[in-house]
Every structure is written in C-alpha cells, then in structure tokens.
T-cell receptor
C-alpha cells in the first residue's frame, strides 16, 4: 500500500521568496514520485518526477525536488516565487508496474503575495 | 493526438439520470486511468485499462459506474442513476508502457448533479 502526506493545506509567500511545499510518502516498494500543478479549471500538469535516478530532480518553471529516502520525503522548492506560481500542488506516488495507479496527497494551495 | 482529450467539459444531469463521459488518450499510450476529484482536492482512483482490458477497478462503485475502452473509440465512463454525491470533476489520464513514465491528464469533465 502507498500513501502521501502533504502537511498543511495552504502556503502563502511573498513574490521573490522561497517556496517550500512538503511531501512525505509511504511505500512498501521503491516508489516513483511526482509533483503536479493544477491551475483553476484545468487538469494536472506534471512539474517533475523522481524515478530512482538522481535524487535531486529539476522540473519546469524553476521548480525542483529532492528525494530523501531516510526521511521518506520529496519536498518541492523554488528559490524565488512568481505571481504565476499561485495554484494547487499535488504530490503523488506510483508503484512499480506499468498499470499502477497514482495515489495523491490532498494538495496544497500556494498563494503568492505581491 | 498529443493531448488527452476529454468531452464534454461540463455536464449537468438531474438526480437519477444517466451521465456518460468520454476520453481520448494520447496516441500510442496503452494505459488509461480515471480519477474523481471532489471539492478541488482528494483525487480518488476509479479504474485503469491496459488497451481495452480492465486492469484495476478497485475504486469503482460497481453498482452504478461502468467504463469501457474499445478499439478505435474514445474510452468512456458511464454513471447510471446519478446521485448528488457524484458531482465532481472526472479526470482521465494516459501513459506509456513503463511504470516510471508519468500519467498525462486531460482537463477533466465537470459533472453537476442537480
């Protein structure tokens, strides 16, 4: 069984500030981990993925995440927030097997203050 | 195509009516997944397909929900005798054959049950 915990439902930062969105996972097998972003009335867009290669993963729009097995974490960061980053962010875990489903966290709303 | 195409974008039904949603996966993707998103968070897995074969239907409320993926046709998700609690956004996703590949999401169908 797999699960994802995203602590807190809302994060607010000032424009230009560091963005840190936390994600912890539980998995009985080495996981594949993903961060998705959802803008209003849209589907999910892939930000980045961890698939057991490099532990520091760079994604689109300046985001990156670091896989830490000892902490079972996959936190998402961006050095400098932009107004356009305001959205819902979902961390997800996927097991091994081509047909395995995604298990999502509850999501975090990121607000960016001018 | 290069995107997952879901139709319709919005669907309104009276309680007890039937609702049918469609999904065209990305060309070349063998795996299709349906998820239900209630209240802008909480993605719930419904069902997955490998080509036209059901792989995992553990999330489906079987008494009213059914789904198909037939050759040369869009996949479909059908809800018989809809209930108010079925109001949600239904997302379809597709992926290639490797489990480390991400799932690509459509923009969803917003189902409103009145």
């Amino acid at each position: 069984a797999q699960s994802v915990t995203q602590l807190g439902s809302h994060v607010s930062v000032s424009e230009g500030a560091l963005v840190l969105l936390r994600c912890n996972y539980s998995s009985s097998v080495p996981p594949y981990l993903f961060w998705y972003v959802q803008y209003p009335n849209q589907g999910l867009q892939l930000l980045l993925k961890y698939t057991s290669a490099a532990t520091l993963v760079k994604g689109i729009n300046g985001f990156e995440a670091e896989f830490k097995k000892s902490e079972t974490s996959f936190h998402l960061t961006k050095p400098s927030a932009h107004m356009s980053d305001a959205a819902e962010y979902f961390c997800a875990v996927r097991g091994r097997g081509a047909n395995s489903k995604l298990t999502f966290g509850k999501g975090i709303t990121l607000s960016v203050r001018p | 195509g290069e995107e997952v195409a879901q139709t319709p974008k919005h669907l309104v039904r009276g309680e007890g009516q039937k609702a049918k949603l469609y999904c065209a996966p990305i060309k070349g993707h063998s795996y299709v997944f349906w998820y239900q998103q209630v209240l802008k968070n909480e993605f719930k897995f419904l069902i997955s397909f490998q080509n036209e074969n059901v792989f995992d239907e553990t999330g489906m409320p079987k008494e009213r929900f059914s789904a198909k993926c037939l050759p040369n046709s869009p996949c479909s998700l059908e809800i018989q005798a809809t209930k108010l609690e079925d109001s949600a956004v239904y997302f379809c996703a597709s992926s290639q054959g490797q489990s480390n590949q991400p799932q690509h999401f459509g923009d969803g169908t917003r189902l409103s049950i009145l």
